[in-house]
């Protein structure tokens, strides 16, 4: 593979990134396995406020789509990063945020810090089976003090011979209610800041473990997030992931994934919203005429397609960043930002233009308005996204 940053691969079938023929028919399994499998069972599931996530993992591990980019000697693909990004595109065509959330959450949140610094043993117990999608995970990081401000937290697992004591509390976890491990931050010493926190892998039949409660959310009906409580949790000292100490270190690195895979979803579901609205203001008539023929709604909308590319194509900088083995951090970071304000101009720009039929939640426009809003929250807020940016063009004040 080429260093060069800004060099495209010689067959790639987009110009600029490194996707193949072999990507193109990745997605069309992709695509498939949302017509049959999903789409089909979505405005079941948000109506449940739930859906079955081992039953739709594990199809997902049958075809690879957990793994990707993960070594094959635990069931993962060993490709290259660009089918994550594929796949994080192709989940664009579900009705609903719910399932891309929970499924990023399974191959580009939980998993990332296991998968670099994990023992073999722990590699062997925790990431196969979310893998192969016989075993759900979640990562908990966020607790009712502590959101944004990560070095916050106040959970603490306290070492006891070979094992931590874990006690503390942790909200919005997303497929917490149905997960079997959960990686959890911790603080393991109290003095040392930031490094004292660590990653370790809690698995929720532990005692001492429980969910008090299933949240209901604005939008992402169907995907769980729940409140947790640890309450002398007791685990091995092996279930960390790498160094004590290192865990916030881990986390800031796992979030780059999250946030590139999540902007690129935003991107293409962006699209399809963009798409969808097109079309209806073709067939819309208004005082004698099609709406798209209004000066102002057709110039809007190319406006919004021309922002949805940028952001598309920051996403693909990024991954070529990432295979040259450079730091994205700063342009990751840009693109989360764009990704949470734009999907929010799309949603009520087209929500807008489709007037009483898209406040309708009958029609899939309602969804996204709600589904979206999301993206300006999680993965670290727009303010910690514009903070980051500000210390790596050296303009935010000194503490």
């Known amino acids: 593979m080429s260093t060069n940053v800004l060099e495209p691969r010689a067959d790639a079938t987009v110009p600029g990134t490194g996707f193949t023929k072999a990507h193109d028919l990745f997605r069309e399994s992709v695509r498939q396995f949302i017509e049959q499998d999903i789409n089909p069972y979505v405005d079941e599931w948000e109506e449940a406020e739930l859906f079955p996530a081992h039953e739709v993992f594990r199809k997902a591990g ?20 660009w089918y994550n990004i594929a796949l994080s595109e192709e989940l664009a065509h579900i009705n609903g945020g719910s399932i891309p959330m929970a499924m990023g959450v399974q191959t580009d949140m939980a998993t990332p810090a296991l998968n670099a610094y994990g023992s073999p043993e722990l590699k062997e117990r925790f990431l196969a089976p979310a893998i192969s999608g016989e075993a759900v995970c979640s990562i908990a ?25 874990i006690n503390g509390s942790k909200l919005y976890i997303t497929n917490a209610v149905q997960a079997d491990w959960i990686c ?29 409660r299933k949240l209901k959310k604005l939008g992402n009906w169907a995907s769980d997030t729940a409140e ?13 992931i790498g160094e004590e100490g290192m865990g916030f270190i881990y986390q800031m690195e796992q979030f780059q994934n999250e946030r590139l895979v999540s902007s690129a979803g935003c991107a293409a579901t962006a699209e399809k919203i963009l798409k969808m609205t097109i079309d209806y203001c073709r067939g819309r008539e208004t005082f004698g005429r099609p709406l798209i023929e209004n000066q102002w709604i057709y110039f809007k909308l190319t406006e919004l397609i021309s922002e949805v590319e940028f952001l598309r194509q920051m996403c693909y900088h990024c991954v070529r960043t990432m295979e040259a083995g450079k730091d994205y951090t700063r342009e990751a970071s840009m693109a989360k ?22 406040y309708m939640e009958e029609y899939p426009l309602a969804r996204y308005f709600r589904d979206s809003r999301l993206w300006s929250i999680g ?21």
């Open 228 to 240: 947790l409580a640890f309450d002398d949790v007791r685990v091995p000292v092996s279930n960390r």
């Open 184 to 212: 959890v931050l911790a603080k393991t010493s109290a003095d040392a800041g930031y490094r004292g926190m660590s990653l370790i892998i809690v698995p929720t039949d532990t005692p001492g473990f429980s969910v008090t």
């Open 62 to 81: 049958d075809l690879g789509l957990l793994g990707l980019s993960y070594p094959e000697e635990y069931g993962g693909m060993g490709a290259d990063y």
């Open 379 to 399: 993965a670290g807020a727009d303010e910690v996204m514009l903070g980051i940016i500000a210390k790596y063009e050296g303009i935010a004040p000194g503490k």
């Open 337 to 358: 930002l764009k990704a949470g304000r734009l999907a929010r101009e799309v949603a009520d720009t087209c929500m807008q233009f489709h007037g009483g039929m898209g």
């Open 141 to 165: 990081v966020t607790e009712p003090g502590a959101g944004s401000d990560v070095a916050a937290i106040r959970t603490k697992a306290v070492r006891d011979g070979d094992d931590y004591i």
